[in-house]
């Protein structure tokens, strides 16, 4: 049974960072591009940022580019997303998921492409 649990989360004034950890079992984690979506109250899920199979290959939404990155320890079966400079846009529920790679270097960013899921962790940034 594949399981991915995300934690890191918490409360952090404006300008201050988090790094986000997202465990993974029950799968090749070496086989899968791994993601990390958000979703702020009343808002749809939406993407963060995307690492490819052999970490060759990044991608970022616009409004978190050049202050958070992804990265990934394949022996360690774990991503992480270290986010810097946060800003109250930034407060989520921010959530890792998994997606099954032909290539070691496929990205994807659409949610419904992804086939595993964690649960969740929250990120709140106050003003």
């Known amino acids: 049974q594949v399981h991915l649990v995300e934690s890191g989360g918490g409360l952090v004034q404006a300008g201050g960072s988090l790094r986000l950890s997202c465990a993974a079992s029950?799968?090749?984690?070496?086989?899968?591009?791994m993601g990390w979506f958000r979703q702020a109250p009343g808002k749809e899920r939406e993407f963060v940022a995307v690492?490819?199979?052999?970490?060759?290959?990044?991608y970022y939404t616009d409004s978190v580019k050049g202050r958070f990155t992804i990265s990934r320890d394949n022996a360690k079966n774990t991503v992480y997303l270290q986010m810097n400079s946060l800003k109250p846009e930034d407060t989520a529920v921010y959530y890792c998921a998994g997606k099954r790679a032909s290539y070691s270097t496929t990205i994807y960013y659409n949610a419904n492409e992804y086939d595993y899921w964690g649960q969740g962790t929250q990120v709140t940034v106050s003003s």
């Open positions: 029950g799968l090749t984690f070496s086989s899968y591009a």
């Open positions: 690492i490819s199979r052999n970490a060759g290959r990044t």
